[in-house]
């Protein structure tokens, strides 16, 4: 057993990858052999990513707020605090907060054999949404 008692800093999510203000916490990233990757990741109002994917998938647990989450050739949905989103691996996406609301949700990866856990691509045009 590995108690972790001291967190990486806070990070800004790069503008290459975001929309927005979007800042990120690390929550474990264990050693190998695990592949598991976990973090915080909060949402200034309208703030969102890019359109990515994950090799093993992504599941994301909303903390608090209202977001939006959207597949590629799907609709946008509404996210809630309480709600978890199970995304299929290699499925292009983004997530983000609502127009007018912060979001954070819990972001679980797992890692490829080769150690890479996402996919980034264009930024996504989010249309003004009323949650």
Avoid at 9 to 34: I, K, R
Avoid at 52 to 58: A, N
Avoid at 63 to 75: A, I, N, S
């Amino acid at each position: 057993m590995h108690i972790t008692r001291q967190r990486p800093d806070t990070q800004q999510g790069p503008a290459e990858n975001f929309n927005g203000t979007v800042w990120m916490d690390v929550v474990a990233a264990p050693e190998p052999p695990s592949r598991l990757r976990m973090f915080n990741v909060h949402f200034a109002p309208g703030a969102h990513t890019a359109w990515h994917r994950h090799p093993h998938g992504q599941v994301l647990h909303v903390l608090e707020g209202e977001g939006l989450v959207q597949r590629r050739g799907g609709e946008v949905e509404e996210i809630r605090a309480g709600d978890t989103v199970s995304i299929e691996p290699d499925e292009w996406h983004w997530h983000g907060a609502a127009p007018r609301t912060f979001m954070t949700h819990l972001a679980v990866v797992e890692a490829a054999e080769d150690g890479t856990t996402i996919e980034w691509h264009e930024h996504a045009h989010v249309p003004e949404y009323p949650c």
